[in-house]
């Protein structure tokens, strides 16, 4: 989206309104200025991303409770506008808190008996709500499902289809193409840019069932580890030093930590070793 929108110029004797038509983008993102959440706003979503992830069944009404325990009086409506800005969807069958896509790029779910025997076998990619000190941004991460290796990972300031489609490109360019890449049903992979771009590599596509985030659950596992042992305890300034303490986690997990279900291994022994 952004890089269309760049092609839209102001001072051209085609007016704005059919440069859109003709670009097939909806004329008031061109005017869209991203607006920031104030500081109690701030305060609330990081708690509830906290929350999330020690109670992910817990819907807009619940976290609604949770806030007012900790001394936060905001109606449900508020609540929901914030969890779906966050990208955050409680794990039991309802409509999605985040934006869907198109129906008609929707992949069945592919895992379920199958048994993972190698790596580049089957990837997974997933987005999460990163908070800082001062506002937040969204991580993207792929994670290869045999060796628990993040092959790929990228922050941004936005959800869009791009953003999650660069990072792929880019993990594939290092380390070759998964046999599989599995994701939810979020607009970012329910769209022509996603799945266009996968089946013409030869890539089978799965998506978790609509509302099961425990389909995607080693690198629901990863989210957490990272949240807990950085994210929380160190939250960064600016999206620079957000950038640099990434990527030193990152090259832990992947490089030191060891992983009781891999054997008490580090990842990129895993993923060299079987590679």
Not at 117 to 142: C, E, H, R, S
Not at 175 to 203: H, M, R, V
């Amino acid at each position: 989206m952004n890089e269309m929108k760049s092609y839209i110029a102001v001072n051209e004797k085609i007016s704005i309104r059919k440069q859109c038509e003709l670009l097939d983008i909806n004329r008031s993102n061109v005017y869209k200025k991203v607006v920031g959440e104030s500081d109690e706003n701030l305060k609330i979503m990081r708690m509830m991303d906290e929350n999330y992830l020690d109670h992910p069944t817990h819907g807009v009404l619940q976290m609604q409770d949770y806030l007012m325990l900790l001394g936060f009086f905001v109606n449900h409506k508020r609540v929901r506008r914030l969890l779906r800005k966050m990208g955050i969807m409680a794990i039991y069958p309802q409509r999605n808190l985040s934006k869907l896509g198109n129906a008609k790029y929707i992949r069945p779910y592919l895992l379920k008996r199958i048994e993972i025997t190698k790596p580049n076998q089957v990837w997974a990619i997933d987005i999460t709500y990163i908070p800082m000190a001062k506002g937040f941004m969204y991580l993207t991460a792929i994670i290869d499902l045999y060796s628990r290796y993040i092959v790929g990972w990228g922050i941004f300031n936005s959800l869009d289809a791009e953003n999650s489609h660069a990072v792929l490109k880019k993990a594939i360019a290092e380390y070759g193409k998964p046999e599989i890449i599995n994701s939810d049903q979020g607009s970012q992979f329910t769209c022509a840019l996603w799945t266009e771009y996968i089946e013409k590599a030869g890539i089978k596509i799965s998506m978790d069932g609509k509302g099961r985030a425990i389909d995607n659950i080693f690198i629901e596992r990863f989210w957490r580890t990272l949240k807990q042992d950085y994210v929380y305890l160190h939250p960064e300034e600016n999206g620079t030093q957000l950038y640099k303490g990434l990527k030193n986690f990152i090259e832990y997990y992947n490089h030191r930590k060891t992983h009781q279900g891999i054997g008490r291994v580090t990842p990129v022994a895993m993923y060299t070793k079987a590679a």
